[in-house]
C-alpha cells in the first residue's frame, strides 16, 4: 500500500526558534497533503489543507504566519512552526491523497514537538 | 456545520465478546464515512469506508441516513482489536477533507 513518512519523529527546541516538518509520500504522487495536530487524548483537528503549487488553505484559527506550509511537488510538503513556544508542543501528523479516483488518505506516523 | 460524534471514550469488554463503537454525524450534504484506526504506537490507518460495505477484521459498519448513524460492529471482539478508533466524515465540497471523531479507546481484556 501507499506510504507517507515524516521527518523528524519527533524534535525538541527551544522557544523562538523555527522547526521544520517533512512530509513525503514515498511510492505514489500527492497531489493534496493534510496537516492535522493531536493533543494528548484528544482528537484530530485539521490545520490546514494544502494542494501541489498552490497556497495552503487554513482552517478557521489557525495562524497562517505562526504554521507555514509548503506544497513544491507532488511527494512532499512541509510545514513550519515559526517562533515556536511551549503551547505549540504537540503530535504533528500528515496526510496525503492522491488524485484521480484514489480516494484513501494515507496518513504519516507523526512527529512529536516539544518546545522548552 | 458538519460534525461527527463519537459518545464513548472507552470501550471495555472481554475476548469473545460483541463490541460496538457509536458515530454520529451531522452533515447537510451526501455523506462519506470512514472508520480508522490506530493500534499502539502506530500511525493512522482506514479500517472500512461505508461505500465499500465490506468486512475488515471481521467489523463491519452501515450507515443510517435516518438515524445519521455509522456504527462499528464486530459480533466476536479479539485481544489484538485492542486501538484508538476514529469515525471520520469526508467533505467532497471542501476539498476532501476529514472531519474526525474524539475517538473511542477500545480494549479487549482476555
Known amino acids: 500500500g501507499a506510504v507517507v513518512s515524516q521527518h523528524p519523529s519527533r524534535v525538541i527546541c527551544k522557544s523562538g526558534t523555527s522547526v521544520k516538518i517533512e512530509c513525503r509520500s514515498l511510492?505514489?504522487?500527492?497531489?493534496?497533503m493534510f496537516w492535522y495536530r493531536q493533543f494528548p487524548k484528544q482528537s484530530l483537528m485539521l490545520m490546514a489543507t494544502?494542494?501541489?503549487?498552490?497556497?495552503?488553505?487554513?482552517e478557521q484559527g489557525v495562524e497562517k504566519d505562526k504554521f507555514l506550509i509548503n506544497h513544491a511537488s507532488l511527494t512532499l510538503s512541509t510545514l513550519t512552526v515559526t517562533s515556536a513556544h511551549p503551547e505549540d508542543s504537540s503530535f504533528y501528523i500528515c496526510?496525503?491523497?492522491?488524485?484521480?479516483?484514489?480516494?484513501?488518505?494515507?496518513f504519516g506516523p507523526g512527529t512529536r514537538l516539544l518546545v522548552l | 456545520a458538519q460534525r461527527v460524534t463519537q459518545p464513548e471514550k472507552l470501550l471495555s469488554v472481554f475476548k469473545g465478546a460483541p463490541v460496538e463503537l457509536k458515530c454520529n454525524y451531522s452533515?447537510?450534504?451526501?455523506?462519506?464515512l470512514f472508520w480508522y484506526v490506530q493500534y499502539s504506537r502506530q500511525r493512522l490507518q482506514l479500517l472500512l469506508r461505508?461505500?465499500s460495505r465490506e468486512s475488515i477484521k471481521g467489523f463491519t459498519a452501515d450507515l443510517n441516513k435516518g438515524e445519521t448513524s455509522f456504527h462499528l460492529k464486530k459480533p466476536f471482539a479479539q485481544e489484538e482489536d485492542s486501538a484508538m478508533y476514529y469515525c471520520?466524515?469526508?467533505?467532497?465540497?471542501?476539498?476532501?477533507?476529514?472531519?474526525f471523531g474524539g475517538g473511542t479507546r477500545v480494549l479487549v481484556k482476555p
Open positions: 496526510s496525503a491523497r492522491a488524485g484521480g479516483r484514489e480516494e484513501t488518505q494515507y
Open positions: 511510492d505514489f504522487q500527492a497531489t493534496t
Open positions: 494544502s494542494n501541489e503549487g498552490s497556497k495552503a488553505t487554513y
Open positions: 452533515y447537510s450534504g451526501s455523506p462519506e
Open positions: 461505508h461505500i
Open positions: 471520520a466524515l469526508r467533505h467532497k465540497a471542501a476539498g476532501n477533507k476529514l472531519t
